[in-house]
């Protein structure tokens, strides 16, 4: 159940079948992200891959010294790119590798093009998701919805994503979804749908307990892709923005030209892969460590190498001093902007507010502090809206509701009117109304005496007190306790022992907040594996993005400009 | 495991399928599984964890059934070519060429196509009617096309071709068309081409002349290859070696730096001569990769430069990381040194430990080699100063390992030896994945024999340092008694001689405890009877007629000092002398107590300092010892002092020789702690050269590196660095010379 393994697992084996030689890689636009989670480009160079090129691009020369490994999702176009490509060879062999299910009919035209015999591999290699972490993976889709709908291409798109998924993993799962959603419905029915009639693929060996793919639906719990995070991936993603592990940085100030875009994975850096899931301060310290193990190993000008010995020191740890320096300022780089960012706009005092809203149910004291907030200079638009954004998720029925004076506030503050729409959005997407659950009051008695006792003892940490909706939801389905009249299975039969392998799939997306706990309710369960998935890796621009375009179809283009001005722009 | 007896235990068990690993509960094995078996099952079955599914049977079946169709078109129109071409074209009328054309292919009638079929203009007078000699079908001539004689001839001759032995069935596909085409070339007959004439070419159709061209770019292919392909098969061949002699190489290298012998200097050093060599050749190849037709006049394709830097990029990283990783050998002087360094470990563990066994003995034994000694001592002292600490070192080691023979009744030692034995045959038989188990097996072994030693020497230096604690006692309460004493020869000075003796006995029994103590000062005693050994006998004599003398002549402090220093350094272990300065002490004391005492403790001054200066070239490791004694002999009268040093003196010198009465062995064997640490220290220098000059060119290889990659503020440190470098070793040889 590791998402990352099974993909590189595949990349791997594609590129040793193809045997010594120089090698191109061709690929589609989505599979290039698929590889690029899991390899380096030095890695791979070191398979003689040379070259990576798109299946679509045009100028390509001809290249008969090349072998071919072509991986490519089994789309329409990308067959009719083969076709033309196999007609006209322009490398001397082809293995041809497709990242899902493909139809007869299009491997019949394929082997009908190759009249010169250049193809020597056919296969499905089910890496058709981006596995962002061992534990996570995306399938990259955003808006996957209309309305309460799924946009039918989306849905066919999140089918062969789980599917493969599914695949990868050997897994062939009860299904259980989310009854307040039609969407869950939906793809759950599809995705057995594929089993059904694959069902020849899906037959592996069975596990006494059979694995359990859960979906969920991310209306259900809109609160948590809104909320600041603390953790190192979560807050890199948040404030960062962080796309196939990349991190645009061109708009700190002062970037060096190196470092305008770095690449964060855990699977090349160490740094990282032990502090992605530490909060703030921690990393803080760490960075601290790191530097100071590095301006030991660094030599200053000041500090002479005095002696031989000196001297030989530090040659023979020069290689490894280079590879540090670049860790040390990638990431020295990525906290300073981050903390830069954390004072500029206040998020301590934002973050804590926000946590307020999330986890506690004092009103008039909430409505306090988000007025407060509202007056602050440093607040920005961004962050105004997202506090008045879980103040109407959270108080929408409250009897003294003031939603209304806090729009007024907005708009004396100064938001715009695109900001301030969000927040009627935001219910609509995520409201009372369409929740299947209740995310704020605690349900059970033992929930309110935790909540209780919590009051009571104050919190460690104000900042992290909020636990994503899904941390619930999980804990039930592991202790077998998640009622079947809210999230039923698909089909007759029903799992009577506790899951021990679970796939969570969220349509409109997961969070990284999520991933930790899923991080951690693997860590700390003996014999329970979860690995989560979601149509997108949110952060709260991506979520905002999401519940607008799901919303209001028609403003999709002209919102994603927006939208992309508000990633990068942020106002002073 | 007991599965086929009782299959109960399957289940129980939890067994690991692979490993057979019996884990304890299922999540153990589960886990296990995955950490273990997760990566190597792919490698172990040549599959992958994961679901996939082949699509190349389906695919190859339709492919067939294409190909073959094609197969037999490009196959007959060769086989017509080839028959259209097999005649004297030139010599030939009109007519019979025609007829002959018409016998290869049915002309198709012409009645039947009123239209060109691929222009669709109506045929007429004025746009007449040509027929394809290939397939017989009729076009325009704006839409004929024409095969000349050569390219006839090549398609031809290709065919033929793929018949011969030397073209190997390739594993490539294109292959097949060779082998189906065989055929052919039974029906085909040598054509030879011959000068021009209107019908010197073949008309034919665009579709047949399309699939003759598709036909030619296969044979091109298939005889030509790219320079490139030529020098990334040889980078790729270096490669593999770098692979192969590397990580050889870094194991000689590893053991070579540890002072072992297991490996010759030569042959590593032709080794790592031989990777450098590679490794060059791959930067050569690679760069030769990177450059390859730049200059040319339509530049190449980007992709194309592309793909020459991407492997130029790669060929870079493989050597940075692996040359890095190459350490550096040491020289030929600084490999002794190494190798003398390891001796020196394993001997002084071998003589901290005989010293346990043997210390007794040598006390015993000192007492009498002590004044032969004194005669080389001299010697070893301008020998350490010298410019050869090697051969210092040489000088005492040979016979310590002799006698580490001797004592090798270690069954570790004696495996040891066995073992380099069998790695000297097994390298003679050139099996070197068994001389590495061996080599294994004898660092374990070493190492295993080396903490022994260690720490019996650790054990053995507890008990010094107690031992030198308890004489500290020891001494001080002599001192004090001295003190005493002296105290009374106020009132008794002619007395003195007796009290002294009388003194000895008392000290004995105090110094009784440990096991060697009374060897010890049986030893003293012995050095008392049998002074006059044969080789000290001639500095011996001299000295007690010198310690005589100034009792007689009663001269001032200083000329005592002075008498002091040539006496003590002869022989200052002897008691013989050493009596000698109480006697005076004791005989100048008195009178010059008598009148005023605290003047008479200045001159006291003088002999104990002397003493200590002469400590100081024989023993260095026993300043420490003196220093510690100075606070009490100093403020005392004097008459301790030299008591004190000479008394401690046996139990200082603990690393005394092992055999006793050898001059040359007794000096050194003193010394090998400092003598270790200082020739280490002095030895430095000349080998240090080397190592400089190693690292210059290390630091201006990361130089070049860093310029090329553009990091200026590491090429600016480096330069500092190499700076520095060359000024040590500038420095260094201006001290040399």
Not at chain 2, 13 to 30: A, E, T, W
Request: proline share 6%; with cysteine.
């Amino acid at each position: 159940m590791n998402v990352v393994f099974a993909v590189k697992q595949y990349i791997s084996k594609m590129i040793e079948d193809s045997g010594p030689g120089m090698k191109v890689l061709l690929m589609d636009k989505e599979t290039t992200g698929i590889v690029s989670m899991v390899y380096t480009q030095s890695e791979i160079l070191q398979k003689e891959v040379y070259l990576f090129e798109r299946i679509d691009s045009q100028n390509r020369e001809i290249m008969k010294h090349l072998k071919a490994i072509c991986f490519l999702r089994p789309t329409k176009e990308n067959v009719n790119y083969l076709i033309q490509e196999l007609r006209r060879p322009k490398y001397s062999i082809y293995f041809i590798y497709f990242s899902n299910v493909i139809s007869k009919s299009d491997v019949k035209s394929l082997a009908e093009a190759d009249e010169q015999e250049v193809v020597a591999e056919v296969q499905e290699f089910y890496g058709d998701y981006i596995a962002v972490n061992p534990h996570l993976f995306s399938l990259n889709i955003l808006g996957c919805c209309q309305g309460r709908n799924w946009d039918p291409v989306q849905l066919s798109r999140a089918t062969q994503g789980l599917t493969a998924l599914l695949l990868s993993l050997k897994k062939c799962p009860m299904i259980r979804y989310q009854l307040s959603s039609e969407a869950a419905k939906r793809l759950a029915e599809c995705v057995k749908q594929v089993i059904t009639k694959e069902y020849e693929l899906f037959e592996f060996r069975r596990t006494e307990v059979p694995p359990l793919l859960l979906i969920l639906d991310r209306c259900d719990d809109a609160i948590t892709p809104l909320l600041n995070q603390w953790t190192y991936q979560a807050m890199v993603h948040e404030l960062l923005g962080i796309n196939n592990n990349r991190i645009d940085l061109s708009r700190v100030p002062g970037i060096s030209k190196d470092l305008r875009e770095v690449v964060l994975s855990a699977e090349n850096d160490e740094f990282y892969a032990n502090n992605m899931y530490l909060n703030f301060a921690e990393i803080g310290s760490n960075i601290k460590n790191l530097m100071e193990d590095f301006q030991k190993k660094k030599p200053k000008e000041q500090q002479k190498l005095e002696s031989i010995a000196d001297m030989k020191a530090f040659v023979e740890n020069y290689p490894q001093f280079k590879k540090m320096s670049g860790t040390v300022s990638k990431h020295v780089t990525v906290v300073g902007e981050l903390s830069r960012l954390v004072s500029e706009r206040n998020l301590l005092e934002v973050s804590e507010v926000e946590q307020e809203l999330a986890c506690q149910n004092d009103h008039s004291s909430a409505l306090q502090n988000v007025k407060r907030l509202l007056q602050s200079p440093k607040v920005t638009e961004f962050d105004a809206a997202r506090l008045v954004m879980l103040y109407a998720l959270h108080y929408e029925r409250h009897s003294s509701n003031s939603l209304p004076g806090l729009m007024m506030d907005l708009r004396n503050k100064g938001v715009s009117e695109k900001y301030r729409k969000l927040v009627s959005t935001v219910v609509e997407y995520g409201g009372k109304r369409v929740r299947g659950s209740d995310l704020f009051s605690p349900k059970d008695a033992v929930a309110i005496t935790k909540q209780f006792l919590k009051g009571l003892k104050g919190v460690e940490n104000v900042y992290t007190q909020h636990q994503p909706f899904l941390h619930e939801t999980l804990d039930h389905l592991i202790k077998g306790k998640l009622k079947e009249n809210l999230y039923p299975y698909l089909g007759p039969s029903t799992l009577r022992d506790r899951p021990q392998d679970i796939i969570v799939f969220i349509i409109g997306g997961a969070t990284y907040e999520e991933a930790l706990t899923v991080y951690n309710l693997n860590r700390t369960t003996p014999g329970v594996r979860i690995v989560l998935g979601g149509t997108t890796v949110h952060n709260t621009k991506r979520s905002l993005e999401e519940s607008l375009i799901t919303f209001l179809p028609t403003y999709k283009l002209s919102l994603s400009k927006y939208w992309f001005h508000f990633v990068f722009i942020i106002p002073k | 495991m007991a599965s086929l007896d009782d299959p109960g235990e399957v289940r129980e068990g939890f067994l690991c399928p692979l490993c057979l690993k019996d884990l304890q509960s299922f999540y153990h094995l589960q886990s296990h599984y995955e950490e273990e078996h997760s990566g190597e099952d792919g490698d172990v079955k040549g599959q992958i964890k994961s679901a996939v599914r082949s699509h190349l049977s389906d695919f190859k079946k339709h492919r067939a059934a294409r190909i073959d169709h094609y197969v037999v078109e490009v196959n007959k129109l060769i086989i017509r070519l080839e028959k259209l071409t097999a005649f004297d074209r030139t010599n030939t009328e009109s007519a019979k060429i025609r007829a002959i054309e018409k016998s290869v292919v049915p002309w198709v009638n012409d009645q039947d196509v009123p239209f060109c079929p691929d222009c669709g203009n109506k045929f007429s007078i004025r746009n007449r009617r040509h027929h394809c000699r290939l397939c017989g079908s009729i076009m325009c001539k704006k839409c004929m096309e024409l095969i000349s004689l050569p390219l006839a001839n090549k398609l031809t001759s290709a065919s033929k071709d793929s018949l011969s032995p030397h073209t190997s069935p390739s594993q490539s596909p294109n292959s097949v068309h060779g082998s189906r085409r065989a055929s052919i070339s039974s029906v085909s007959s040598v054509s030879s081409v011959l000068d021009e004439k209107d019908d010197d070419r073949i008309r034919c159709c665009t579709h047949c002349k399309d699939t003759l061209l598709k036909r030619e770019q296969q044979i091109d292919e298939k005889e030509h290859t790219p320079d490139i392909v030529k020098l990334y098969e040889k980078l790729r061949l270096c490669m593999e070696k770098v692979d192969q002699k590397a990580p050889e190489y870094i194991r000689m290298a590893a053991s070579l730096n540890a002072g072992e012998t297991t490996y010759s200097l030569e042959h590593a050093s032709d080794l790592r001569v031989e990777v450098q060599k590679v490794y060059e050749l791959i930067d050569a190849l690679s760069k030769k990769i990177l450059t390859l037709d730049l200059k040319q006049d339509p530049p190449p394709h980007p992709n194309t430069l592309r793909l020459q830097r991407m492997i130029r990029y790669s060929a870079t990283l493989f050597v940075q990381e692996k040359l890095l990783g190459l350490m550096s050998l040491p020289t030929k002087e600084q490999f002794e040194e190494l190798k003398e360094k390891r001796k020196q470990e394993v001997e002084r563990k071998k003589i901290l430990e005989r010293r346990a066994t043997l210390e007794s003995q040598q006390r015993l034994e000192e007492r009498r080699s002590d004044l032969v000694s004194h005669a080389t001592n001299g010697e070893v002292v301008s020998l350490r100063g010298g410019p050869a600490p090697l051969r210092k070192a040489e000088g005492w080691l040979p016979l310590s390992g002799g006698q580490g023979q001797i004592e090798d009744s270690d069954p570790l030692l004696q495996q040891i030896h066995n073992i380099t034995s069998f790695i000297r045959q097994a390298k003679a038989a050139g099996r070197m994945d068994e001389v590495r188990t061996l080599q294994e097996n004898l660092r374990q072994l070493q190492d295993e024999y080396d903490q022994q030693q260690t720490e019996k020497a650790i054990e053995l230096s507890r008990r010094q340092a107690e031992e030198e604690d308890l004489q500290r006692e020891q001494l001080q309460m002599l001192r004090e008694r001295e003190r005493e004493r002296e105290r009374e020869q106020f009132q008794a000075a002619s007395l003195h001689m007796r009290t002294r003796s009388l003194d000895f006995r008392e000290i004995r029994p105090f110094q009784l405890e440990p096991g060697r103590e009374p060897r010890n000062h049986l030893a003293h005693a012995l050095d008392l009877g049998c002074s006059p050994a044969p080789s000290s006998a001639a500095p011996k004599t001299p000295s007690p007629s010198l310690a005589l003398e100034p009792i007689r002549v009663w001269s001032g402090p200083p000329a005592l000092g002075q008498e002091f220093f040539p006496q003590s350094t002869t022989s200052q272990h002897n008691e013989v002398p050493s009596l000698n300065p109480f006697d005076e002490e004791d005989l100048s004391s008195p009178a010059a107590e008598g009148t005023a005492s605290p003047p008479a403790a200045e001159p006291s001054l003088g002999p104990p300092a002397c003493v200590l200066k002469e400590y100081n070239p024989f023993e260095e490791e026993e300043e420490e010892e003196a220093v510690a004694g100075n606070p009490f002999t100093s403020p005392d009268s004097p008459a301790p002092s030299p008591f004190d040093e000479e008394d401690g003196h046996p139990h200082q010198r603990p690393s005394g020789p092992p055999v006793p009465g050898n001059p040359f062995e007794e000096a050194p064997c003193t010394n090998p702690f400092e003598v270790d640490s200082e020739s280490g220290q002095e030895g430095e220098e000349p080998i240090e050269e080397e190592l400089l000059l190693q690292q210059i060119d290390n630091i201006k290889a990361y130089i070049f590196d860093a310029k090329q990659c553009g990091r200026l503020d590491e090429v600016e440190v480096l330069t500092e660095n190499l700076r520095e470098l060359k000024h040590t070793l500038a420095k260094q040889k201006g001290g040399a010379d």
